[in-house]
């Protein structure tokens, strides 16, 4: 199954990650973004913070990825973002084979 979740960077340092978290889930649920329904936010701050954002279906997360400009605009500034495919992590039910 293809991979429900993307990785976001581009938006700016200085936004408290529970903001970048509401600015971001708002971008994403548009569909002229090419957005849906989403699952689960995860901000992960720092000097270059990312957000990893699950999507309730991975076509969302495939439309997404299609969009070639992504730009978060906050206030008068506009954010250009890079998003890419984020590895799934796997579940506790899912087996490791050698």
Not at 37 to 53: E, F, K
Not at 74 to 80: A, D, E, H, L, N
């Amino acid at each position: 199954m293809a991979g429900r979740t993307v990785r976001v960077q581009g938006f700016p340092a200085e936004l408290p990650p529970d903001r970048a978290a509401d600015k971001l889930t708002i971008h994403f649920l548009r569909s002229r973004n090419g957005g849906g329904d989403i699952a689960n936010v995860r901000v992960l701050p720092g000097s270059l913070p990312c957000a990893l954002i699950t999507f309730e279906a991975p076509e969302v997360a495939q439309r997404i990825l299609k969009v070639k400009n992504h730009v978060l605009a906050i206030g008068k500034t506009r954010y250009p973002l890079e998003v890419t495919p984020h590895a799934a992590e796997l579940s506790p039910n899912e087996v490791l084979r050698g």
